[in-house]
């Protein structure tokens, strides 16, 4: 019975990385099923995803452990993950075309990830999470009470041993230190308008300027707003014919597609952080 496994990793290019992960898998037995790197010639830096599949009985645990040995040697960060999958959250506010695109992703198996609770600052849609079998867990939110708030959704993330933390349209600011404890595992969408048209109504503000395309950008959760690690991001083409109601539906088309592919490609553990950027091995 062959059991699958993946491989990610960065370090500084050298000569003999991939010939020493290569010939670490072959003594162990190991088989590869997909390869995919990226030399950063900028940086200097090397990118690798490797998917395998090993006959032996062993485990995520034992063949990092046996790995590092390799990767002290190059200097790698590295992660070593079976097929379990990624356990996600999802933080809501009351639009629900995020969610809903979600749920039936991942109701088809096409998610990558298992959603595992919705959690929400308004109770609007909650029928939505409970028809799909999801807890839901109404966190109110007020200026007053945003501290303990956050500390509750940490919890939440804790007791539901959540992986990702998905920001569905959560329409609020997570403190620094917030983003901090979920640095690299929180993944917010926002309509690519900003920062071009912040604040209230950005399709009506795009409309009054007379756009040409409708965006929306997935990326990673940092303490500077909307300015993180970009993993996707989604354009459709309009044109003068689009009133503020159209461009907010194709927008939410957008939003939705950017956000699953995002999602997707996390819990497949093809996004590695380069900096301020992302390799995304599709």
Known sequence: MSHPFTLTLSC??????????????FQHGCDIVEHQQFDDPLRGQLFLRTAF?????????????DFRAVADEFGMTYQVTGEQPQRVVVMVSKLGHCLNDLI????????????VAVVSNHEDLRPMAEAAGLPFVHVPVTPATKREAEAR?????DEYRADLVVLARYMQILSDETCAALYG????????????????KPYHQAFDRGVKLVGATAHYVTPDLDEGPIIEQEVIRIDHTYDPRAL??????AEALALSRAVR??????????GHSTVVFR
Not at 12 to 25: D, K, T, W
Not at 53 to 65: H, Q
Not at 153 to 157: G, R, Y
Not at 265 to 274: F, I
Request: proline letters at 3%; charged letters at 20%; a positive charge.
């Open 104 to 115: 039936f992703r991942w109701r088809a198996g096409s998610l990558g990830g298992e959603l």
């Open 12 to 25: 500084q290019e050298r000569p003999g990385i991939v010939h020493a992960v290569s010939s670490f898998l």
């Open 53 to 65: 599949v090993c006959a032996e009985d062993t485990d995520c645990a034992r063949l990092s452990a």
């Open 248 to 253: 907010a539906t194709v927008g939410q088309d």
């Open 265 to 274: 490609w996390h819990s497949e553990r093809r996004v590695l952080l380069n």
């Open 153 to 157: 959704l940490l919890q939440l993330v």
């Open 185 to 200: 595992r929180a993944i917010n969408i926002h309509h690519s308008f900003l920062p071009g048209f912040k604040g209230a």
